[in-house]
């Protein structure tokens, strides 16, 4: 296991976190996973046994199910609060009274508190905007979230899911009233969905912040499970749940060309999915999630996998974004200032 910096931050956390959806049963969530305590034990056990110190939860998984048996597990396994990095977020609905979600002052504090209720800490390590609130300005939930790292009750603070042009905004606003400011970004990325490529990587880049992937694996569409033009496998989670958004035609083209390359690694598929992510000098950590032992041992294996540079482009080339403008007019533009001017 390796351990990257959280953007610019001296935090290090390892380059695969344990992403806890699968944890608890209530409502909707039920289908992500549905484990219950001891299998939540085994999971957080066995994945700081492999290197892991880094943990990512959301208070609306599970209505705070999620929370609460992580917290749980991390006192049943006795890990030692200062070798760990636990992350959790809030926005999402949490009951139907008029403030019950969002990022105003009111929900954030709120939540801040309920979530270390459920955790059982006395501090979250990263706490993360589950998203962007049309409604609150984001002076409000910022002025709140450097108030909460100045108290103590959290230590940094990140976001989910936002279009780099908020990203940005919302940095611009906290560097204009001198508070503490994002640290990281937690998106969607894959092989088969690189659209991140298009801003966020710059943003990450140009900002030094950290970035989190999650789903790496599409919702299960890049395990190796699913074949072209046949059914999808009874009980997987695509079946109930369809999810995130896929070109499905392309991301089998990942497949065909990632199915050699893990049978030449002896590996799984999945294992080359990841380790094509990791191989991302902008992503900090990859977010895995299991529903089984097996599951996991899987995906911590990739840590030990190398892809070639051959390889790497291949995959490349297979998974290659369509370029858009002004993306193009960007780098054409830019041609002329690429290299140093040279008087002959």
């Known amino acids: 296991m390796q351990y990257r910096l959280l953007g610019n931050t001296g935090l290090y956390v390892s380059e695969l976190c344990l992403g806890t959806m699968t944890f608890g ?21 066995e994945s700081f046994d492999q290197g892991i110190n ?10 705070g199910e999620s929370e609460k048996l992580l917290g749980q597990a991390i006192k049943n396994t006795g890990l030692a609060r200062d070798e760990i990095v636990v992350a959790t977020k809030s926005t999402g609905i949490m009951n139907e009274s008029p403030n019950g979600r969002g990022q105003s002052r009111f929900h954030i504090y709120n939540e801040v508190d ?11 390590d990263l706490y993360q905007l589950h998203g962007f609130d049309p409604l609150t300005p984001f002076e409000e939930s910022l002025s709140a979230l450097n108030d909460l790292v100045n108290s103590g009750k959290i230590r940094y603070f990140g976001l989910c899911n936002m279009a780099a042009w908020q990203i940005m905004k919302a940095i611009g606003i906290s560097r204009q009233n001198n508070w503490n400011k994002f640290v990281s970004v937690q998106a969607y990325y894959s092989i088969a969905g690189r659209d991140l490529e298009r801003e966020i990587f710059p943003l990450v880049d140009d900002q030094k912040l950290g970035l989190m992937i999650w789903s790496p694996l599409a919702g299960g569409f890049l395990s190796g499970k699913y074949k072209r033009d046949q059914a999808p496998p009874s009980g997987s989670r695509r079946t109930t749940f369809d999810f995130p958004p896929l070109n499905k035609d392309q991301a089998f083209n990942c497949l065909d060309a990632m199915e050699p390359i893990a049978k030449g690694h002896g590996v799984s598929v999945a294992q080359v999915a990841l380790a094509w992510i990791l191989s991302k000098r902008q992503v900090s950590s990859i977010i895995i999630g299991a529903r089984r032992m097996e599951q996991l041992k899987d995906n911590l294996a990739t840590t030990k996998l190398a892809l070639t540079e051959a390889e790497l482009k291949a995959l490349d080339e297979a998974s290659a974004l369509q370029q858009e403008y002004p993306a193009w007019m960007i780098a054409f533009q830019g041609q002329y200032r690429a290299k140093p001017p040279v008087k002959e």
């Open 54 to 63: 880094f943990f990512d939860t959301a208070n609306v998984y599970s209505l």
């Open 114 to 124: 309920a979530s270390l209720k459920r955790l059982q800490l006395d501090h979250i």
């Open 25 to 45: 049963a209530k409502g909707f969530w039920e289908v992500m996973g549905g484990l219950q305590q001891t299998e939540a034990d085994l999971l957080v056990r």
